[in-house]
């Protein structure tokens, strides 16, 4: 079995961009193995990406020729500006050549909005809201992608019913799965169920800047992004790397949610991203034998919170068992029950969020973020 042992010195091989070989050069920033595929993040500085591509070729080339290795992926990360002082806290940058440069690159050909859907905490159904707004948006005729960027718990797999492999077009380039008219990508296409995604910060950055940048989106009106729960590593290279058009926050009506919620739309507003709006999720129960209506989790915190903070509120969604049964069968409620009053909940909000995409100003760049 290759070990991460093999890997370096395999890797003594090759130059890092200083000279010197790559693990002590400081630029080799991760490394992960998972069932044969190894995974490579190769810092590179934002002012000279292209110096750091033929020692990205070459580490790829180095550890593919190892025994035991099914396929090699190398990813170039920006994590910080090379040169920086290491206690150093910079401040923000005046416009310039690289700002412009950095901007220029924000956005992904073909793609005119990317969206956000996101949660100040794990469990409150962000996944499978994710995935009905994205069937919501398309039932408008709407052309809809899917990145699944839960690098630790990615869900869509589960939700639609997908366990193929990307297929690896010219360039390295990923063509995306398709389920209900939706173009979707996910690690979880890349790695087995099972496997524990052991990796830190420079890795995530690095995996959802590859599935951002190296798949074949095509023609799409919205890229629906499921982000990881919690305000880390994550969110930032979204906001960092790409014009987001907006953020849409899921949360249950319980106080414990909505205090997690409210550090969610915080950070979407520190890096300047627009909150789209709040959606209550598992709002209510209605019992299917005997009708009673139940607030398990309570009603209707979700719509005070965001009157509270000033963002609007989408919608409610019922804790129903369709939908969980659903999800689970791989057939999302919007596609499989679409006449249905949850799909027409998701529905609802869907149009919401596409008016407000309609009036939004195009091409607001991405805010410079340095990751200390």
């Known amino acids: 079995m290759i070990t991460e042992k093999d890997v370096l010195a395999a890797l003594a091989a090759v130059k890092g961009p200083d000279g010197r070989p790559l693990p002590q050069s400081g630029a080799l920033a991760g ?25 990205r070729r070459a580490a790829e080339e180095a550890v593919r020729r190892l025994k035991g290795v099914e396929s090699v992926l190398a990813t170039l990360t920006a994590e910080r500006a090379q040169g920086a002082a290491s206690g150093a806290r910079p401040g923000p940058a005046a416009p310039g050549p690289r700002a412009a440069a950095a901007t220029a690159r924000a956005g992904i050909p073909g793609v005119r909005h990317i969206i956000a859907v996101a949660s100040g905490k794990g469990g409150v159904g962000k996944s499978t809201t994710a995935a009905n707004l994205a069937l919501g948006l398309a039932a408008q005729g709407l052309k ?5 960027a839960d690098i630790y718990g990615p869900s869509m797999p589960k939700l639609f019913g997908l366990n193929e492999k990307p297929e690896i077009l010219e360039g390295r ?5 398709t389920a209900h008219g939706l173009r979707i990508m996910s690690i979880g296409f890349l790695v087995e169920e ?9 890795m ?19 890229l629906v992004v499921d982000m990881p729960p919690g305000t880390g590593d994550a969110q930032l290279t979204m906001a960092q790397s790409v014009q987001l058009a907006g953020a849409v ?22 890096v300047e ?30 719509r005070k919170e965001a009157e509270r903070i000033g963002v609007p509120f989408l919608g409610e969604i019922p804790l129903a068992l369709s939908i969980r049964e659903r999800s689970d069968a791989g057939l999302p ?40």
């Not at 899921?250 to 997690?260: F, M």
């Open 144 to 148: 809809v992608g899917v990145l699944d």
């Open 194 to 202: 099972d496997t524990a995604m052991i990796w830190r910060g420079p």
């Open 273 to 302: 991203v627009p909150i789209l709006g709040v959606v209550e999720n598992m709002s209510t129960f209605i019992c299917p034998h005997c009708g009673e209506r139940s607030d398990i989790f309570g009603h209707g915190g979700a």
């Open 249 to 270: 926050i899921v949360s249950t009506p319980q106080d414990l949610a909505l205090i997690d919620a409210r550090r969610g739309v915080a950070m979407f507003r520190r």
């Open 333 to 372: 409620v919007v596609a499989t029950d679409p006449n249905g009053p949850h799909a027409a909940a998701y529905k609802d909000i869907a149009r919401q969020v596409w008016a407000t995409l309609q009036g939004a100003a195009p091409g607001r760049a991405a805010p410079r973020i340095v990751i200390e």
């Open 31 to 55: 490394v992960s193995i998972a069932a044969g595929k190894v995974y490579l993040s190769i810092a590179a500085d934002p002012a000279k990406p292209g110096e750091a591509e033929p020692v």
């Open 173 to 177: 380039i990923m063509k995306p799965l």
């Open 204 to 222: 995530v950055m690095s995996a959802i800047q590859q599935m951002l940048r190296e798949v074949q989106w095509g023609e799409l009106d919205v």
